[in-house]
């Protein structure tokens, strides 16, 4: 069982920038889809960021866009989120989800399409 634990979460000034950790035991990463999501209270998960296996390809967020790089090392079991220029409506808890396999682009922001989740780490930005 493949299980995901995030770190790197904390309380920043809007403008700044936050490093996100998603580190994986029990499975080979190295065939995990991996991908980021948010979610505030009362809002539904929110897609951040999509991986394939090799982090040849990426998907973005429109609202992350141009501010967030999702990359990976496959030798740390490990996925990252750079999250930079940091505002207040990025306040939620990140969310690393894995799926064992490769998703087409359309698929790639479905929450329901990943099998593993992390606990989720919070991300407060304030103005």
């Known amino acids: 069982q493949v299980q995901l634990v995030e770190s790197g979460g904390g309380s920043v000034q809007a403008g700044k920038s936050l490093r996100l950790s998603c580190t994986a035991s029990?499975?080979?990463?190295?065939?995990?889809?991996m991908a980021w999501f948010r979610q505030t209270p009362g809002k539904e998960r929110e897609f951040v960021a999509h991986?394939?296996?090799?982090?040849?390809?990426?998907y973005y967020g429109d609202s992350v866009k141009g501010r967030f790089t999702i990359s990976r090392d496959n030798d740390k079991n490990t996925a990252y989120i750079q999250m930079n220029n940091l505002k207040s409506e990025d306040t939620a808890v990140y969310y690393c989800?894995?799926?064992?396999?490769?998703?087409?682009?359309?698929?790639?922001?479905?929450?329901?399409?990943?099998?593993?989740w992390g606990q989720g780490t919070q991300v407060t930005v304030s103005s």
């Open positions: 989800a894995g799926f064992p396999g490769l998703l087409i682009e359309q698929a790639a922001p479905m929450p329901t399409k990943y099998r593993y």
């Open positions: 029990g499975g080979t990463f190295n065939r995990l889809t």
């Open positions: 991986i394939n296996w090799s982090g040849t390809t990426t």
